[in-house]
């Protein structure tokens, strides 16, 4: 664990990021007057999966989603085209 003072880790923030990035440095510690206040850390990659397409299958458009359009416009306020 690698421990910075506030000044040294606002000018060298980039340095201190890439010394996470690169695993050089598992934690930094940052102190304002010499005592810890942050900790500086690397965030957990996790694969999101698979979400593009999610729900297909799952329930079936109508036709008519459309017909209500101008009405939902109106009702917010908005100017629908001619």
Same mark, same amino acid.
């Given at each position: 664990m690698?421990t910075v003072?506030?000044?040294?880790?606002?000018?060298?923030?980039s %340095?201190?990021?890439e !010394?996470?990035?690169?695993?050089?440095?598992?934690e930094i510690?940052? &102190?304002? $007057?010499g005592?810890? /206040?942050?900790?500086?850390v690397a965030?957990?990659?996790?694969d999101p999966?698979? %979400?593009i397409g999610? !729900?297909k299958?799952?329930?079936?458009?109508?036709e008519d989603?459309? &017909?209500? $359009?101008?009405e939902? /416009?109106?009702?917010?306020?908005v100017?629908?085209?001619?």
């Open positions: 690698h003072n506030m000044f040294d880790a606002k000018s060298s923030l %340095r201190l990021v !010394a996470i990035e690169q695993g050089r440095e598992r510690v940052i &102190a304002r $007057n005592r810890p /206040a942050a900790k500086l965030v957990d990659q996790q999966g698979a %979400r999610i !729900a299958g799952r329930f079936e458009v109508p989603i459309d &017909a209500h $359009n101008d939902v /416009a109106r009702l917010f306020g100017a629908t085209a001619p």
